[in-house]
């Protein structure tokens, strides 16, 4: 079955860094586009980057310059590399997949000082 698994969320202080991973297992996965999302308290899931099955990327403007999606085949793995990180950037953030609409668990992103 189709399993997607969030890692590497955490606090940060504002400015800072932190590189999220999904990993993708019961599937073909290159084949597949990903994304990630993030969800705030007491707002809607919003979309936040896609990364296609070439490489092609697209991001949403609050993370323009700031994020950057990757993927490794090989891992079966989505990357979200979240630079300059600003307190409204608090949120659970999901990797999503295209093909299948299925949801990881999240993972707790908190940005404060």
């Known amino acids: 079955q189709v399993q997607l698994v969030e890692s590497g969320g955490g606090l940060v202080q504002p400015g800072g860094s932190l590189r999220l991973s999904c990993a993708a297992s019961?599937?073909?996965?290159?084949?597949?586009?990903m994304g990630w999302y993030r969800q705030a308290p007491g707002k809607q899931r919003e979309f936040g980057a896609l990364?296609?099955?070439?490489?092609?990327?697209t991001y949403t403007d609050s993370g323009k310059g700031r994020f950057t999606i990757s993927r490794d085949n090989a891992k079966n793995t989505v990357y979200l590399q979240m630079n300059s990180l600003k307190p409204e950037d608090t949120a659970v953030y999901y990797c999503?997949?295209?093909?299948?609409?299925?949801w990881g668990q999240g993972t707790q992103v908190t940005v404060s000082s």
């Open positions: 990364v296609g099955v070439r490489g092609s990327t």
């Open positions: 019961g599937y073909v996965f290159s084949i597949d586009a």
């Open positions: 999503h997949s295209d093909s299948f609409g299925k």
